[in-house]
């Protein structure tokens, strides 16, 4: 599982997302690991009145329903602000 996004992606290109998506998946290689997801969020505007993340809030079901045991996350950063996966299911 492999969850991305860009704050800000101001030459329109995605190469922020690339260049997380590159360094996730050596981690995984790395690791052994398989990679069963993708999840990627498109750049959200600071100001937006709601910050919806479909695919952050994605990735939160599938996590409850069981469908993967590990994430990788360029940063930290990336799963917040003030959004957690709930570990109690």
Do not use: H
């Amino acid at each position: 599982m492999i969850y991305l996004r860009v704050s800000l992606d101001t030459s329109g290109e995605g190469l922020a997302v690339e260049r997380q998506l590159e360094d996730c998946r050596r981690i995984a290689e790395a690791r052994g690991w398989s990679i069963c997801e993708i999840y990627t969020e498109k750049p959200i505007s600071a100001f937006a009145k709601t910050k919806k993340r479909p695919a952050y809030d994605r990735m939160v079901e599938d996590y409850r329903a069981g469908r993967f045991n590990a994430l990788i996350t360029w940063d930290l950063d990336r799963l917040t602000p003030a959004r957690r996966l709930d570990r109690r299911g």
